[in-house]
């Protein structure tokens, strides 16, 4: 079991950056399928960026497409999820998340490992 930390959070005006860092211990989460889910208010965990833990391949979200980026350094045991030209709707609490093996890339019901969660509001 791999434990996860987010931290990174807090309020952002629209246009704005934010970067989320997670940081793991008890494992290596170079071993992982890694991914960054949120939970927007009144809805649904979505997964909106995952990365395969063999050949980086990466499932983007279509509305953080072009905006988010998702990264890894193994060799600090870090997640990164990099957030540029933020809009409202990205409001949420995000989630870091990790499994051994998938066989959806981005299904958060197939991630074992979870972080706490941490608040992103994206207002003027």
């Known amino acids: 079991q791999v434990q996860l930390v987010e931290s990174g959070g807090g309020l952002v005006q629209p246009g704005g950056s934010l970067r989320l860092s997670c940081a793991a211990s008890g494992s290596e989460l170079g071993y992982y399928f890694i991914g960054w889910f949120r939970q927007a208010p009144g809805k649904e965990r979505e997964g909106i960026l995952c990365?395969?833990?063999?050949?980086?391949?990466?499932y983007t979200e279509d509305s953080v497409k072009g905006r988010f980026t998702i990264s890894r350094d193994n060799a600090k045991n870090m997640m990164y999820l990099q957030m540029d030209d933020l809009k409202p709707e990205d409001t949420g609490v995000y989630y870091c998340a990790a499994a051994i093996l998938v066989a959806t890339q981005c299904d958060g019901d197939e991630y074992e490992n979870w972080g706490q969660g941490t608040q992103v509001i994206v207002s003027p």
């Open positions: 990365i395969s833990n063999s050949d980086d391949s990466t």
